[in-house]
Each structure stands twice: as C-alpha cells, then as structure tokens.
C-alpha cells in the first residue's frame, strides 16, 4: 500500500491551490484519511481529517478556508486550499488509516508535497 500526494506548488498571497493523495495498493478498506503540514523548522501538525462516512475536522486555523474531501470510489482524498497566506507554507504530507492483506489495520504516509505561499 502506498500513498501518493500531488497538487503542491508555489502561490500568492490569497491565491489556492487543491491537493490530491491517492491510496494504491491491494486495499480492503480506509477508515479515516487526513492532511498534515510542517511548517519550516517546526514539528508536523494535524490540518484536517474526514471519516470514512464524510465527516471532516479542522484545525482553527485553517477553519473557513480549506476543505477537505474524499472519493471512496478511487481511494483519494483531497484539500482544497483558498485564501492562502504565507503561514500556510508548509510540506503536506497526507495519512490514511488502512486496512490491508496481512498487516491488517495500518497508518501510511505520503512522501509529502511542499506548498509555499509568497509574493
């Protein structure tokens, strides 16, 4: 099982960009799926999370401007990303919790796409 994490890029101030990460692999099930970032010289912090039924989560900061979305069907979570600020600079990394053959129940990470906010 692998997780791969695309979208990332450089953006303006106010700008958006939409992030993708895709879960390939022999699968039988994902139970939640999320976004993490860490910031330049700073420790990884949670972004957003969404249950397996749709539900998501946010961090405060990130409240009212990022969305984050699901497609069961293809295994892909997403982070719509708008009104951007230069604080948001950050390598994203996205996590999912699955279920495979043999190791059962698992955390994966992505390799992580870098996002830079800046004018």
């Known amino acids: 099982v692998q997780l791969q994490a695309s979208g990332g890029g450089l953006v303006q101030p106010g700008g958006s960009l939409r992030l993708s990460c895709l879960a390939s692999?022999?699968?039988?099930?994902?139970?939640?799926m999320g976004w993490y970032r860490q910031p330049p010289g700073k420790q990884r912090e949670l972004v957003a999370t969404i249950t397996s039924g749709g539900s998501p989560d946010y961090v405060d900061s990130v409240k009212g401007r990022f969305t984050i979305s699901r497609d069961n069907a293809k295994n892909t979570v997403y982070l719509q990303m708008n009104t951007l600020s230069p604080e948001d600079t950050a390598l994203y990394y996205c996590?999912?919790?699955?279920?495979?053959?043999?190791?059962?129940?698992?955390?994966?990470w992505g390799q992580g796409t870098q996002v830079t906010v800046s004018s």
């Open positions: 692999g022999t699968i039988f099930r994902i139970n939640y």
């Open positions: 996590n999912a919790q699955i279920l495979g053959p043999i190791v059962g129940w698992r955390d994966y």
